[in-house]
């Protein structure tokens, strides 16, 4: 099962005894995965669809709790390329499709016509449980999070840009930073931060996934600063031994062209130190040194030594 699946099957058993988030809630579901159609005599027939048996389980329930409608609930075989049942929830006219549509405020009316809007009416998404219970109704109608595994992303994908920034708005109101973006003409309100996509299953009451989101993060973030400091100190081995190569070369062609004598005492003692230590770090030249001295001090000797050794000919 997938996290996204994990997530909605967790959302399924939220209970959820107040009428007005309840409303909310199968208004966020019904306008990402709710369609309409004409049942004759100017009416409408509402239909959700879902891949999810518990989904479907759930808006049954919903619907019945709420506005006590009676859904025929069909399944079918999915597409040949996909696998799987798809679940449709049908309400039609003698269920009380329209009253459904004018509630949750998909059905208005405008100068004595009907006509559907796209936007999200400010009484459905009032209070802070309303919007709690709109955004996850919205997450199971059209919602998907990656595996904390994997990456951190989530989304919730609508077919309308006055719909996706409502979405928005609302997610944003308990100081989320959602972000649009359009998509094969779909517009898809996004998170992309691990911390913003916890607080949002947060907000939507899936803390069990949340939960589990966080310690695969914290689990993730451990690695990757181990994994950084590992690599740190592998390129700081790596470049002193690169240094300390450097250093051999130019004390030994000192050694070769003028003899080691020629130095004088501070520089002869570290490049004999040197010699004697080929694999030591600064630190620990300095330390040798007698009397022992700052390890830039010793940085400072080695550097004289390469000068040194760059104006000898040969």
Do not use: W
């Not at 099957?9 to 209970?15: F, I, Q, T, W």
């Not at 759930?58 to 019945?64: H, Q, T």
């Not at 709790?65 to 049942?85: C, D, I, M, W």
């Not at 040798?288 to 040969?314: Q, Y």
Request: proline share 3%.
């Amino acid at each position: 099962m997938s996290f996204s699946s994990e997530v909605k099957n967790e959302l399924s058993r939220v209970d959820e005894p107040k009428k007005c988030c309840m409303l909310a809630e199968i208004s966020g579901f019904l306008r990402l995965s709710g369609t309409l159609g004409l049942a004759g005599g100017g009416k409408y027939f509402v239909k959700l669809t879902t891949e999810d048996p518990a989904i479907a389980r759930l808006f049954v329930k919903r619907m019945k709790a709420y506005f006590g409608a009676s859904s025929t609930l069909r399944v079918e075989e999915n597409a040949p390329l996909k696998r799987g049942r798809v679940y449709e929830l049908t309400i039609g006219p003698e269920e009380g499709s329209e009253m459904i549509l004018r509630e949750t405020g998909i059905l208005l009316v405008r100068q004595g016509s009907n006509f559907f809007s796209e936007e999200v009416p400010e009484a459905i998404v009032k209070k802070k449980g309303d919007k709690k219970a709109f955004l996850r109704g919205v997450f199971l109608g059209g919602g998907t999070v990656s595996s904390p595994e994997k990456s951190y992303h989530l989304e919730m994908t609508c077919g309308s840009a006055a719909l996706a920034d409502d979405i928005r708005r609302v997610a944003n109101a308990f100081g989320l930073r959602a972000k649009i973006t359009e998509r094969r003409g779909k517009f898809v309100v996004y998170l992309k931060e691990s911390e913003q996509i916890c607080d949002f299953l947060s907000v939507i009451g899936a803390d069990t996934s949340r939960l589990h989101f966080e310690n695969v993060r914290i689990v993730k973030e451990a690695k990757n600063r181990t994994n950084r400091l590992a690599n740190f100190e592998n390129a700081n081995i790596d470049r002193a031994a690169g240094n300390a190569a450097k250093q051999l070369e130019a004390i030994r062609k000192i050694e070769r062209r003028i003899g080691l004598d020629a130095l004088k005492p501070a520089l002869r003692q570290a490049a004999e130190l040197r010699l004697a230590n080929p694999e030591a770090a600064l630190a620990e030249l300095a330390e040798m040194a007698d009397p022992p001295v700052s390890k830039s001090g010793m940085n400072s000797r080695l550097k004289n030594l390469e000068t040194i050794a760059g104006k000898l000919e040969g």
